[in-house]
Each structure stands twice: as structure tokens, then as C-alpha cells.
């Protein structure tokens, strides 16, 4: 079983930034692909950005150019760089893991999910 631990949510104003990180309890992280997914109040969850173990990354197109993904297998640990946030950013951002497999932010093969992290964008 692989634990996941979110932090680094908080309240911003728009225009500001937050890191998100994700650390995993289980080896070997360096195989896993892992993503972020984030739900808004009364919305579908949605995939944000995806990166497999060969470093390959995907993003949804609303955060394309402002948010980065990357991780850092050493310490077991993905992030999320969230720059010039929106209000429409306003969620719980989840994190996510499934063993192998390329890049995805569509959410059904991922087996593995953190709690969440509560990001808030005030305009």
C-alpha cells in the first residue's frame, strides 16, 4: 500500500503562487507515475499535470504555462508549482500514483490518492 501525504496548500490572492508537495511512503517512487487532480465545490474531479518516470509531462490546458510539475525521486517527493493563480484555481488538489505507465491526468488508472490540500485564490 502507498501512503501519500499532501501539504503546501494555503490562501492567496491572484496573481500569487504556491508549491504543493506530495511525498510517498513506498519504494520504489522512482517507478511510479504520478499526478495531480484537483475538485472544485459541486465540479468533477479534473487532472492538472502528470509526469511518468521518465520525466514526461502532461498538463490540462487551463494550467498550461503557469503551473509546473516535477519531482524528486531522492526524497520521494512530487510538486506542484502553482504560479499566477486564479480564483477559478479554488479547490482541493489531490495527489496520485500508479505503479509504471506513461503520463496521464486522466484519473482512472491511478490507484493510490492523498487526502488532498485546500488551495483558495481570492480576486
Known amino acids: 500500500q502507498v501512503q501519500l501525504v499532501e501539504s503546501g496548500g494555503g490562501s492567496v490572492q491572484a496573481g500569487g503562487s504556491l508549491r504543493l508537495s506530495c511525498t510517498a511512503s513506498?519504494?520504489?517512487?522512482?517507478?511510479?507515475?504520478m499526478a495531480w487532480f484537483r475538485q472544485a465545490p459541486g465540479k468533477a474531479r479534473e487532472g492538472v499535470a502528470s509526469?511518468?518516470?521518465?520525466?514526461?509531462?502532461v498538463y490540462a490546458d487551463s494550467v498550461e504555462d503557469r503551473f509546473t510539475i516535477s519531482r524528486d525521486n531522492a526524497k520521494n517527493t512530487l510538486y506542484l508549482q502553482l504560479n499566477n493563480l486564479k480564483a477559478d484555481d479554488t479547490a482541493m488538489y489531490y495527489c496520485a500514483a500508479r505503479v509504471k505507465g506513461i503520463a496521464t491526468i486522466s484519473p482512472g488508472p491511478y490507484n493510490y490518492w492523498g487526502q488532498g490540500t485546500q488551495v483558495t485564490v481570492s480576486s
Open positions: 509526469i511518468d518516470s521518465d520525466g514526461r509531462t
Open positions: 513506498r519504494y520504489p517512487y522512482a517507478s511510479y507515475c
